[in-house]
Structure formats: C-alpha cells, structure tokens
C-alpha cells in the first residue's frame, strides 16, 4: 500500500493519535466527544476544524480539508505519503520497511542521501565554527550583522578550498562515493572513480524541506570569484522550483500571521528572521515557480512579495506575482528604497523600516495598473494612449464591477485622462472577456465545482434530450434539483451507518448495492466500507462494522478521502436514534426518488410515443404510470424540498 505493508501503516497508525498529533501544530479545545480549533489551513474567526478521537479523523467544515493522520501531516508538512509515514514512524518509533524490493530501494536511497546531506552540514558547520580557512567567511557574517544565534539557527558553514576536503571527511563516515554523487555534494572526475568537491570556498546555506531535514545547498562565494551562488544539482531530494528557503523555520509563523513574505535571497531571509520577521521564506532565486505558489497556497491565504528594487527585481515581480495570483492568493508588492534589497533595507532602518515596508505593500491591481502606467511617456499622446490602452487590459480582469469602477478614476487621474473614456474601454474589454469567460469548454457539465456531479449532469441531460418539445419548466427543474440534494444526504446517512453498524451495512447492499449510489465518491466509499468490513471477518451484527480511518486508508485518491472524512465526522439531526429506523427513512429517499425517476422517463417516453402500432405500448406505460403515482401517494409524503 503505497509502498508500505498494511501491517507498518496500522502499527503507524495505531500509535500516532491523532488528536495528540494535531495538538502539535494547533490548540485543540474539546467540544463533547469531538474537539474543534481555527482551522490551520484557512483563515477563519469561528473554529470549524473538528477531530475526532474514536474515529482518528479531521475535517475542516470551511475550506473542507480532511483525512486521517497521514492526511493531515501530508497537509500540514507539505510532503508526500511516504514522508508523512516517515515523520509519524520517528514520532513513535516504529521501523519501517518498505513493502516491495523497487520501494526499499527507493526508500534506502533516500535515507542513504538524507544521511550524506546532513553528514555534510555538521561538516560546513564545525569548519566556519573553529578552521582558520573559515576566517574570512566569519568576518563576512560579523559584517552582515549576523548574530552566533541566528547562524546556529540556519545551520551555516563554510566548504574549504580545499579539492576534496568534503570528500574525506565523508568517506572517514563511511559514506560511499556513489551516495555522494546521488547527493550532488561529490563531482565525477576525469579519471575513472575519481571525483571532487562540488563546493569549495563558500559560505555554505543549507536548503531543508519543511519538516528541516537538510536535501540540499547553495553555497556563496565571500570574493568576486564566480559564480557567486552555487546550488546543489536536482537530486531524489532536492528539486529548485518546489522548495522555498526556510520554509521549515518560518511555517508556523505563517499560520499564525494568515501570510508568508517572499523575498528573494538566504540573505535577505536570514535577516529578516532575525529581525523578527519569522513569516519570511526564498524563492531560491528570482524565479517563483506554480509549485512555489501551490506549497505557499498550502499554508497561508495571502503573500507579500518583496523583491530587490532594481530592474531584475521588478520584473520577478511581475512575474511572481501572477504565479501567486493564479494559486488562488491574495497578493501585495513591497515597495524597497531605491537600491536596497530586504537585508540592506533592515540592516539600515532596522524592524521599523522594514515593517512600513510590508504594512505599505501596494495591492496587486494596484502594482499592475503602476506598472502598465509608468512604462509610457506621459508627455505625448501617443504614450498615454498606449498607457491607458495596457490600463484598460489590466482593469478588464478585476471581477468586481465597483472595484473595477474605482480603479478606473484612479488609472485616469493618474494619466490625466476622462475617466469616462478610459471606462467605456474598460467595460467593453471586460464585456468580451465575460463572454468567453461564460462560453463553456469540454465537459463543462461535469467538472470543476466540486459539488456531486449526478444531479446537475442528469438535469442538464434531460434538457438536452428535450429540447424539442421544451416540457420541463424551470420550477420542475428547481425541484429536481432539491431533490437530488435529500438524496445525496441520505446517502452520506447511509454510508456513516454502514461503517458503524454490520446490520444496515447488509440491508444496504441488498437493497441498494455498493454501486447503487448516486455519487461516484460515494460508490468508492461505500465498496472501501464493504472490503474492509470483509477483511475483519465475523458475523455479529451487532460488532461495528469497520472504523473509518481503515476505510480512508484504502481510498486511492485525496479528493475522496478529504470528502470522506467529512461524511463520516458530519453530525446529522436525527443522526442518534435507531440505526435501523435512521437507515430506513434514508432508503425510503431513495426509493421515493427511484419511483419519480421512473416517473419522468414514461412522461418521457409518453410525449414521443405516436404512429401505427404504439397504442399498446402507450397503454402498458399509462398504467405503469398510474400504478407509480398510486405509490407515491400511498406510501410517500409529497417532496416539498429541504427542510
């Protein structure tokens, strides 16, 4: 199971409970027999973030996280499955093995890296602490203002100039040569199994990942010699665009901010940390990358940029700052002093300086339309024509039509324009982008919203198979839809009684089967409820079923479990009666619903049916019908929504 035995990941599991793990990351407050925070994934005022101890789940009710324990690491460390069954192991001392002879290869190859890396690290640490050839690099750091704290803290060292100082020193640890190759720390020489150093002669940065394990450096050359940054190559580890520079030490000041400030160099991170400034992450170069954005997006809702304030700087902002946009965050630029980067700026004004700096941090419309502006000559109308034109393209995006409104006189007292003019070109650009904004692409019935597709795809359907006659008013349509919601919530019912009681559990399957269910994530949970309930063995129907997190564990995909979790931790109403009596009202929806689905499919049938020989069929379906309507009258309460 995703390269472990099921048997590590239950001994994992069994000893990572989950409110004492999530406890180290959150304040939990017990309410009854679930507990609740501020969700640590979005910003919120009104806790909607609930544990619960019996079934070991999560589920945020607001931005609608959720999982088991591996889930939440794996969201709350921004790693992978496999690492968040590592972290959970060493929390509680289990060893692991891998499951499979390709997965424990896997798995030793990275440990065996891991293992080299930090090897590495202590090295660069104890040189620039006590060996003369260091010396330069301690007066660097004296000048850069760098406290012995904040240089323990960022694990900084220094690589000799020495060929292969780093070389012996690893290989008197034991540390084979092909571990330092796949570790990028060793180069392949001319000679056959020769190598050498790949850092010689730098201030030394080691990169963590944000459990601040160390998976690679960059290194800083203290003379003019070049290159003057020097990263590690890609590694198992160590990939440049989806990591962020001390993201392992600023996370949690994230959180507790609701925003990062992304500036651009180890330096300017480092400083502004030990100014206070914990929320400060690199981008490892000017370059933000989508997955930088996605990992941000993973921790906090906004971002400040703050990059250098020359040429390079501004347009990486430009750039970034879209990425950022895309990923669904809130941004704002940082203005810098003319020639300053974050760590001259704090180095001169101290806190103070740097703090107006964020609080002053323009919006990103407002950067834009300044940009756009500020790129033509004012004095010719020909330059304020092309600057109200690039105006004009950047007002059309903002969704908001007064937003859009104020920024339009804002954009034309600036370039001394009639803001009327400038808006009639902003509406028509918006007006167009609307259009092809609202056309519909390829499967655009079906994806993206996030809500279980059936009934809108079902409705949508029958429109299409009517089109001709146009029977269907838009009040059947609303009522439809209605009901499509009481059955997909007696669904959800079914499914939480199903992993809790083996007796509806069976009456479920017969009456309605496993792909009887109307969602398709509902369908996989219940066969994921269904298989593990096998795996227990037993015929007691009064035991459980199965608990929930063993159903999460075998979900496959992460939109399902998150979903999961949040129809097995909902509390219904009436969710605390008999199960039987609950069950069965909750199939009695979806016996009501099959009686109108079969209903409108005569209806339907009915207004095609004509010609010779179709009498008898329009009789069978008339007294079909009939026999249907007696039904629903006779046995179900007239469906007047929900409520």
């Known amino acids: 199971m995703r390269g472990y035995s099921e048997d590590v990941l239950n001994e994992v599991r069994a000893k990572s409970d989950i409110v004492e793990v999530i406890s180290g990351y959150v304040a939990l407050k017990q309410a009854g027999k679930t507990y609740k925070a501020l969700c640590p994934f979005h910003a919120e005022k009104t806790p909607s973030f609930v544990v619960s101890p019996e079934k070991q789940l999560f589920h945020c009710f607001g931005c609608g996280a959720g999982g088991d324990v591996f889930s939440f690491v794996m969201k709350a460390e921004n790693v992978d499955f496999a690492e968040a069954v590592r972290i959970l192991a060493d929390r509680a001392g289990v060893a692991l093995v891998a499951s499979s002879k390709e997965a424990r290869e896997a798995q030793e190859r990275r440990a065996a890296v891991y293992e080299a890396n930090e090897a590495a690290c202590e090295y660069f640490q104890e040189v620039l602490a006590g060996n003369p050839e260091a010396e330069s690099a301690r007066a660097y750091l004296r000048k850069r203002g760098l406290s012995e704290e904040t240089v323990k803290r960022f694990r900084l060292g220094f690589a000799p100039p020495s060929w292969d100082a780093l070389l012996r020193a690893l290989t008197r640890k034991k540390i084979a040569r092909e571990v330092l190759l796949d570790a990028g720390l060793v180069i392949p020489g001319k000679e056959p199994g020769s190598c050498y150093d790949r850092f010689r002669a730098r201030l030394m940065f080691p990169i963590s990942d944000p459990s601040g394990k160390v998976i690679g450096f960059g290194g800083r050359v203290i003379d003019d010699s070049a290159p003057k940054y020097l990263n590690s190559p890609e590694t198992v580890l160590f990939k440049k665009g989806r990591n962020l520079y001390a993201l392992h030490l600023a996370k949690e000041a994230m959180r507790r901010e609701s925003a990062a400030v992304v500036v651009e160099g180890y330096m300017d991170a480092i400083t502004a940390h030990q100014h206070g400034f914990a929320h400060v992450v690199a981008s490892l170069g000017t370059a933000l990358t989508e997955e930088q954005a996605r990992t941000l997006r993973r921790y906090v809702p906004a971002v400040v940029i703050a990059y250098d304030a020359d040429a390079a700087g501004a347009a990486a902002t430009l750039r970034g700052m879209e990425i950022l946009a895309g990923a669904g965050l809130e941004v704002r630029v940082a203005t810098l002093p003319a020639g300053e980067d974050p760590d001259a700026t704090l180095r001169r004004g101290g806190d103070a300086a740097f703090a107006k700096v964020l609080a002053d941090a323009t919006p990103l419309i407002d950067y834009r339309l300044y940009v756009a502006i ?129 007796k509806v559990q069976a009456a479920v399957l017969s009456e309605v089967g496993s792909d009887g269910f109307h969602d398709p994530r509902h369908q996989r949970i219940a066969r994921a409820v269904v298989e593990q309930t096998a795996d227990l063995g037993g015929e007691d129907e009064d035991r459980p079923a199965v608990e929930p997190s063993r159903v999460m564990a075998v979900l496959e995909d992460d939109e399902t479990r998150r979903y999961a979790a949040g129809v097995f931790l909902e509390q219904a109403g009436d969710d605390h009666g008999d199960a039987t009596r609950i069950a069965d009202d909750c199939l009695n929806v979806l016996r009501e619903h099959a009686i109108r689905e079969r209903i409108r499919e005569i209806e339907r049938e009915l207004a095609s049916v004509g010609g010779v020989g179709r009498a008898e069929r329009e009789r069978e379906l008339l007294a079909e019908l009939g ?7 006779r046995e179900f309460q007239p469906f007047s929504g929900i409520g």
């Open 627 to 633: 026999s249907l309507r007696a039904r629903l009258s």
């Open 374 to 502: 500020s790129s033509a000559d004012h004095g010719t109308t020909e330059g304020k024509v092309r600057a109200a034109r690039e105006a004009a393209r950047v007002l059309a995006s903002v969704k908001s039509a007064v937003e859009r409104s104020e920024y339009t006189r804002k954009a034309a007292s600036w370039l001394g324009i009639d803001p009327d003019a400038l808006g009639k070109d902003v509406e028509a650009l918006a007006r167009a982008s609307g259009l092809r904004m609202r056309r519909p692409g390829p499967g655009a019935a079906s994806g993206g919203t996030g809500r279980a597709s059936f009934g809108l795809e079902t409705l949508e359907g029958d429109a299409d198979r009517n089109a001709g006659s146009r029977h269907t008013k838009s009040k059947d349509d609303i009522a439809r839809s209605g009901e499509m919601m009481k059955v997909l919530e007696a669904e959800k019912v079914l499914l939480r009684l199903m992993a809790e009681n083996r």
